[in-house]
């Protein structure tokens, strides 16, 4: 039987095997990657599929910023990544599963907003639209064509021009104030 489990620290080295298996030992390179650099995960955030010990999914939540680059107000966000199940029960509903628990999981705890590298088509359903027509770009100056957010309640708007970044490590960040291959090949390149 397969769970939707809380990620305990014992889960992390199942978990960077199943990432390197998802999406490339090259994967760190990716511009989402310097958006997690040197800041932890939010613990009670980060959910896996586990059956018998084995890790057969992960979905992992980080806290970013949305800086304006034309100077207005910087807003805080999750950032939501990497999504990956096990290639061996890959399509057989387990990641949207996984999905919709975490996304339960956020809005309980009263985040609402949530920002990621990914394709539509799959993150469409949860509530994801594309970011565009606002330019957000990501590190390296990318423009991040494929970032999709997620929002609810009464937030201030995204910056026109902004640029999403990694929260400086010592940086709080306060919950009360926040506010989501094969079907999409380059859904595991850029994320
Ligand atoms: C993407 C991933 C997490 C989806 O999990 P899964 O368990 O295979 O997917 P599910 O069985 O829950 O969902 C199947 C549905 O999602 C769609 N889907 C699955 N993977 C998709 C993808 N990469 N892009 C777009 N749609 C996808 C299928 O077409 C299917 O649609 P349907 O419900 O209309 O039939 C998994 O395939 C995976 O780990 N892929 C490799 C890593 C990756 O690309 N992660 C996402 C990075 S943002």
């Known amino acids: 039987m397969i769970i939707i489990d809380q990620e305990h620290a014992l889960d992390v080295p199942q978990i960077e095997t199943l990432l390197d298996v998802s999406f490339g030992k090259g994967r760190k390179s990716k511009s989402s990657y310097s ?4 800041v932890d995960p939010i613990d009670q955030l980060n959910l896996v599929l586990r059956s018998r ?7 992992r939540f980080w806290p970013a910023i949305i800086r304006d680059a034309l100077g ?10 990497p999504l ?18 975490a996304l339960e999981n956020v809005d309980a705890k009263r985040y609402s907003r ?4 990914g ?15 606002k330019y957000i770009s990501m590190p390296g100056n990318r423009d991040a064509g494929r970032l999709l957010v997620r929002e ?23 919950h009360a104030d926040l506010p989501h291959s094969r079907f999409c090949p ?6």
């Open 119 to 133: 394709c539509l088509k799959y993150y469409g359903e949860f509530g994801f639209r594309s970011v565009k027509p």
């Open 72 to 81: 207005g107000v910087n807003h805080d966000t999750l950032f939501l990544g």
């Open 152 to 174: 609810w309640g009464s937030l201030p708007s995204l910056p026109t021009v902004g640029q999403l970044m990694a929260i400086e490590p010592a940086s709080s960040f306060g």
């Open 186 to 191: 380059e859904m595991a390149q850029i994320s």
């Open 84 to 101: 990956a199940v096990d290639p061996g029960i890959q399509g057989s509903g387990q990641g949207k599963l996984l999905l919709r628990a």
């Open 35 to 38: 958006i997690r650099e040197n």
């Open 53 to 59: 010990g084995k890790i057969l999914g992960t979905v």
């Open 114 to 117: 949530i920002m990621l590298v």
